[in-house]
């Protein structure tokens, strides 16, 4: 029955790896933009990370987060409502959550890769972020705010 199982699991690994190499089965080959961890920072979108206007309509928004031990950048930002906002994050170290309550963004930050999400805020009011991923000690206070005005 060690055998077996042994057997069993081996093969179930074997077409894992082959599926994810040959498959295209990775968050890059997905299409997820990739991102060196150690040069987020010169990366323009994440020098400064915040809200960007879009240069063609006036209600489209990329905003940019740097989820980092323990705090995301911005700490805090400004939409204004009615407005479609495409979400960028990615993280400099560890994997950390970005989860922004009673929305239905709820993202990993994954160091190497560019998580994105679009939606549209259609109504006034404040949304806590937090971080959902355990990522160290000061996982607890690891927060921001959306603030639709
Ligand atoms: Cu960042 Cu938990």
Redesign the pocket.
């Known amino acids: 029955w060690i055998t077996l199982g042994t057997s069993a699991l081996a093969l179930f690994l074997i077409i894992l790896g082959i599926s994810a190499v040959h498959g295209g089965h990775t968050p890059a080959a997905s299409g997820i933009e990739t991102i060196n961890p150690e040069h987020v920072r010169d990366d323009a979108r994440f020098k400064e990370p915040g809200l960007v206007k879009s240069k063609s309509s006036d209600h489209d928004y990329d905003l940019y987060f740097v989820?980092?031990?323990?705090m995301y950048e911005p700490g805090e930002v400004e939409i204004p409502v009615g407005s479609t906002v495409k979400v960028h994050v990615t993280s400099p170290d560890?994997?950390?959550?970005f989860q922004v309550v009673g929305t239905n963004i709820n993202m990993m930050?994954e160091p190497g890769l560019i998580s994105t999400y679009e939606m549209t805020f259609d109504e006034t009011g404040e949304h806590l972020i937090l971080?959902?991923?355990?990522?160290?000690v000061?996982?607890?206070d690891?927060t921001s705010k959306l603030i639709i005005v």
């Open positions: 989820a980092s031990a323990f560890v994997v950390h959550g930050a971080c959902n991923e355990y990522c160290g000061g996982h607890a690891m």
